[in-house]
């Protein structure tokens, strides 16, 4: 009988300690705010992209020529960000994008190819 509690108190601890180490965080690490924050990344076609996030609702964006810091364009943006999903939405001129906030990864939808960018400040 000894043995026999012994065993199952045993089993349930082995339980308990796998049960709880196999549980990780799998929430997204979404940032309280983006206001001072600089994203860069580069496209499929090797232009280097710089967003500045200046104030709480804009900032500045800019695209330098492949293989060199030649300013392609340069253009302002608006933007919402909401700090419980990491959704944000970016007025750039005439289009309206979305995208994603992870810990130091932002993913913008633009026309179905998807942009990343990666927080550099």
């Not at 349930?12 to 600089?38: Q, R």
């Not at 990344?41 to 020529?65: I, L, Q």
């Not at 293989?67 to 392609?72: A, D, F």
């Not at 130091?104 to 990343?116: E, F, H, M, P, S």
């Amino acid at each position: 009988m000894k043995t026999w509690k012994f065993a199952a108190m045993l089993l349930l601890a082995v339980t308990m300690c796998v049960n709880f180490s196999a549980c990780s965080d799998d929430e997204p690490d979404i940032p309280a705010s983006i206001t001072g924050t600089t994203w860069e990344g580069t496209d499929e076609y090797g232009y280097r992209m710089v967003a500045k996030v200046e104030t709480s609702t804009g900032g500045e964006f800019s695209v330098y020529e492949p293989e060199t810091n030649r300013l392609y364009y340069k253009l302002d943006f608006t933007y919402l960000y909401s700090r419980e999903s990491g959704e944000v939405i970016v007025q750039l001129e005439y289009d309206m994008l979305t995208g994603q906030i992870d810990g130091d990864a932002l993913t913008i939808d633009y026309y179905g190819t998807k942009l990343r960018l990666h927080k550099v400040r």
